[in-house]
Each structure stands twice: as C-alpha cells, then as structure tokens.
C-alpha cells in the first residue's frame, strides 16, 4: 500500500540555519511527490513537486528512489517559513493524492 | 476570483443525522476534489469529480457520497453520522483531472458531529 511518513510532528531551527524536513515513502513504482505548505491562517497550497525540479521559496526537494525519500530542504531558514508542511505522492497522474501527517516548522528569530 | 470558496464554515451535527456539504471551483476549473482532515493528520482522499463523473474514490465508506453539477461545484454528502466523521473536510480544484494541473484549496468546512 502507499503510505507516506514524516518523522518530525514539530521542528523548530534558528533564523539563517539550514532546514531539513524529512519525507520518507513507500510505493514499488515510480510515484509523483509534491510537498504542500499551509501558513497560518492561509490556505492549504502546493509548495513545489519534484517533476518541475525547480526552486520554490528558496526550496528544494530531491527524490532519492533507492532511499524512497523526497526530503525537503533550504539552506537559510527565514521566519517566514514558519508553517505546516505535508509531504505528498501519488501513484500516477491519475490516481488520487496520498498526504502524510504533516511537519510543523517553527523558525526561532 | 475569490478562489475555491466551501459552505458552511462551520456545522455541528447529532450523530445518525446527515449533512450536505458544497464547494464552488475556481472559474473555469473541472476538477473538484474532496478530502477529510481529522486533527493532527494530513488530509485524507474521499472523491474527484472530473466533468461530472466520479474519477476516484477513496477508502471510505458508502455513507460517503458525492455529485458534480454542471457548473462544476459539488456537493459531498454524509448519511448516518458517526462521531468518527468529526473533521475539517477540504475541498480542491483543478483545471483538468491529472495531478499535472495544481490543485488549489478551499478553506474547508469545520463539522463537529456530536
């Protein structure tokens, strides 16, 4: 079955450190994975997907298929990036999108 | 444009009573999809609706029904309410089926079933 994870509920960095949030998954194909952000009191919307392979906000995501991992991550963390984020796959274009349990990164000024 | 806009915001039901739940696309999207947000997790498929015809459809069960109409807003039903169904359900359109086109959120309806 596919399921997605993200191991951290809550992390918290400093303001010009680097940012990690980690995004793990299991399907045996090749799935499309997008990483979805919701600032507080905004909408839920998509941040970037790893077919555009391009930088969204300062941030980048690589798929690593032998580790099956899309980890999420900018270099210099602004306050503004204080949000929920939810990692997710889908097993084709067409199938239905498959979220995980969301991440909420605080950034410490 | 006002974006994806859900009604009500908020509704609070008894359990075993039914509720109706609408969500009006962005101009010129087809795609309506809804999803169930319980606290503390991601958000949970339940339906697309792509041109009117049900494209998918999640793991739940057959109290869980929805419709398209022809101006592609939509309607999610829930028969028989369970305490269980408490949730923040979200709704999101595109313009085309595919998850190449962005899906874009609505700010949800809050149901407190009690």
């Known amino acids: 079955a596919q399921r997605v994870t993200q191991p951290e509920k809550l992390l918290s960095v400093f303001k010009g450190a680097p940012v990690e949030l980690k995004c793990n998954y299991s399907y045996s194909g090749s799935p499309e994975l997008f990483w979805y952000v919701q600032y507080s009191r905004q909408r839920l919307q998509l941040l970037l997907r790893?077919?555009s392979r391009e930088s969204i906000k300062g941030f980048t995501a690589d798929l690593n298929k032998g580790e099956t991992s899309f980890h999420l991550k900018k270099p210099f963390a602004q306050e503004e990036d204080s949000a929920m984020y939810y990692c997710a796959l889908s097993a084709t274009s067409y199938d239905k999108v498959i979220f995980g349990p969301g991440t909420s990164l605080s950034v410490i000024p | 444009d006002a974006g994806v806009t859900q009604s009500p915001t908020h509704l609070i039901k008894t359990r075993g009573q039914h509720v109706t739940l609408r969500c009006s696309p962005i101009s010129g999207h087809k795609s309506v999809s809804w999803y169930q947000q319980v606290l503390g997790q991601g958000p949970q498929f339940i339906f697309q609706?792509?041109?009117?015809?049900?494209?998918g459809r999640g793991n739940f069960p057959d109290r869980f029904s929805a419709r398209q109409f022809p101006n592609y807003s939509s309607e999610l039903n829930v028969n028989a309410l369970l305490l269980g169904d408490s949730a923040l359900y979200l709704c999101?359109?595109?313009?085309?089926?595919?998850?190449?086109?962005?899906?874009?959120f609505g700010p949800g309806t809050r149901l407190t079933v009690t």
């Open positions: 609706y792509y041109e009117k015809e049900e494209r």
């Open positions: 999101a359109s595109s313009w085309g089926q595919s998850n190449s086109y962005e899906q874009y």
């Open positions: 790893h077919i």
